[in-house]
């Protein structure tokens, strides 16, 4: 099985049995510009080359799980409208990526991946009721509930990122106003730091700059946290989760973030909710989701073996 964690500037490729460990796992960069063509010629590439540094036949492979950060119709895998990828909208890239892999490949997006990858192997292990959630250019979130991903009716459960905080706020890429990502994802917390910073800043500088306890990032990260806190409170009062975890790609962030957030669930939420839920940073880092992507393909593969035993 093959897992793809394809994002704005990366694509991460891994490889894996069912039950093993990793076999390969390679990364590359990515233009935000490319093309979904050229991008799945590249995906298809890095899949191949990540296939034949285990030593194993293409015609092994069993199933490529993808991510990508966008909202899917999941019965479809038809990408949903959204200002991330939009050249994406009204496409399957699953599909189009199977074709040039001849292979069957699902789509999946990259927060329940994220999710399902903590869960499996990270701080998540053993937890029943999860929510994940990415921080990035938006901020989305996954949901592990009764040990299984929750997608929703139309595969969009989870977009915390537009949950109105301000309504009176500035215009959403959703055509919304005033939602949780207009105000603290990674691009609007390095746009706060840029009157006291001499340089221009990008989210891994942002991260630095937290790292070594700059006074302005840690207290615009530490606002964010608790803008965030107080939009999930009302999540973990309805849906009583044992676990919150906070990921993406640069940790000293997280773990601020983590630590803010769990005070404000704390002091937001319904008291028995707040008390019976544990708020941390992301353990598995920039690899969680081609690890969920890994865990969906190999329980996808040994569903259908089962059914198909079942069946004959």
């Known amino acids: 099985m093959v897992g793809v964690d394809l994002g704005n500037t990366h694509v991460r490729v891994a490889a894996t049995d069912v039950g093993g460990p990793v076999l390969a796992e390679e990364v590359e960069p990515l233009r935000g510009a490319d093309s979904m063509s050229r991008t799945l010629d590249l995906t298809a590439a890095l899949v191949r080359r990540v296939v034949a540094s285990t030593g194993r036949p293409q015609a092994e492979v069993r199933l490529v799980a993808l991510g990508l950060p966008a909202p899917l119709a999941h019965a479809t895998g038809t990408v949903a409208d959204n200002n991330i990828l939009s050249d994406w909208v009204g496409r399957q890239p699953g599909d189009e990526l199977a074709e040039r892999l001849a292979v069957d490949v699902v789509v999946e997006n990259d927060a329940n991946l994220g999710a399902l990858g903590e869960h499996r192997a990270g701080v998540g292990a053993g937890s029943d009721s999860l929510v994940y959630v990415k921080f990035s250019t938006g901020i989305g979130a996954g949901l592990v509930l009764g040990g299984r991903l929750f ?9 915390v990122g537009h949950v109105q905080v301000e309504p009176a706020g500035q ?12 105000v603290v994802s990674l ?24 790292a070594a306890g700059h006074p302005g990032a840690v207290r615009v990260v530490t606002d964010a946290g608790r803008t965030v806190g107080r939009a999930l409170a009302s999540l973990v009062t309805v849906l009583n989760p044992d676990l919150l975890v906070v990921g993406g790609r640069w940790d000293p962030v ?21 008390s019976q839920v544990r708020v941390c940073a992301a ?15 190999c ?14």
Do not use: H, K, Y
């Not at 353990?283 to 393909?297: I, P, Q, S």
């Open 283 to 297: 353990t598995c880092g920039e690899r969680a989701e081609v690890l969920g992507a890994l865990a969906l393909a």
């Open 171 to 182: 215009l959403c890429r959703c055509g919304s106003r005033g939602c949780l990502e207009t």
């Open 299 to 312: 329980d996808l593969v040994t569903r259908r073996e089962r059914e198909a035993t079942m069946g004959g």
């Open 151 to 159: 997608r929703g009716v139309g595969g969009t459960a989870g977009e």
């Open 254 to 274: 997280n773990a601020l973030l983590a630590d803010r957030i769990g005070g404000a669930v704390e002091e937001w939420s319904q008291p028995s909710a707040a």
């Open 187 to 210: 691009p609007r917390l390095v746009d706060a730091l840029a009157p006291v910073t001499e340089r221009d800043l990008d989210p891994s500088g942002l991260s630095s700059l937290v």
